[in-house]
């Protein structure tokens, strides 16, 4: 045999086989873990059994998801009895579910057009009427009339999303936000919230009463 092939091989044999012989061994060796390393282990396959038991939990949740995503789909798509189905799909199934309260506003924007004191699904939620003027709102179980939307954008609603244009308003229409101004449906006067209703301001008698494209309030 030629030697110096032993010379230059025989270390690359001790060094690759130094290494995972000499683990083995010590693994095999080694004493018994202490009482922490037994909670250790056992926290490990507590994490393990954690994750196997969150499996179906995260398939109700995608379930429950898909519902809600569906119910969503066909509302924005203009077709709330697919709407209404499948957000009554979900109370059945997820009556106590993470989307309760998108599914419950879903369910309001799929009732019936609602009526000053008739009964509604969700107290503090807000619904159109018929004609988009009026906005109504939902207390303590009986549909309640909120605001008049008699301007150009009327009234809108969408799940959380919600707007009500009162730059058009009469002589004591309810409003919320006091000193905001309006212009009279004649266009004759400006009208100031004061104390939760609209009130006379000022008569506008050159330019007449004006509302902008930015909701501006003009009066001259």
């Known amino acids: 045999m030629n030697p110096s092939f032993l010379l230059f091989t025989l270390p690359l044999f001790v060094l690759s086989c130094g290494g995972s012989p000499r683990q083995a061994t010590a693994a095999k060796s080694a004493p018994p873990l202490p009482a922490s390393g037994g909670a250790q282990v056992s926290a490990t396959s507590g994490t393990d059994a954690g994750v196997a038991q969150?499996?179906?939990?995260d398939a109700d949740l995608?379930?429950?998801?898909?519902?809600?995503?569906?119910?969503?789909s066909a509302l924005i798509g203009g077709n709330p009895q697919e709407a209404r189905a499948a957000a009554r799909e979900h109370a059945q199934r997820f009556p106590n579910g993470r989307f309760v309260e998108e599914r419950d506003l879903i369910a309001t924007e799929t009732e019936d057009p609602p009526v000053a004191g008739a009964h509604c699904p969700k107290t503090g939620s807000y619904a159109c009427s018929v004609d988009s003027k009026t906005m109504f709102l939902c207390r303590e179980g009986t549909w309640d009339l909120w605001r008049y939307c008699r301007g150009r954008d009327a009234c809108q609603t969408l799940l959380t999303e919600r707007s009500c244009d009162a730059s058009i308003s009469e002589l004591g229409d309810p409003c919320g936000v006091p000193g905001s101004t309006a212009c009279s449906p004649d266009s004759k006067l400006r009208l100031l919230c004061r104390r939760g209703?609209?009130?006379?301001?000022?008569?506008?008698k050159t330019d007449a009463c004006t509302v902008t494209e930015a909701k501006r309030i003009e009066c001259r």
């Open 197 to 204: 209703k609209f009130v006379k301001d000022r008569e506008c």
């Open 54 to 57: 969150a499996s179906p939990h």
């Open 62 to 72: 995608a379930e429950e998801r898909a519902l809600i995503e569906r119910a969503r």
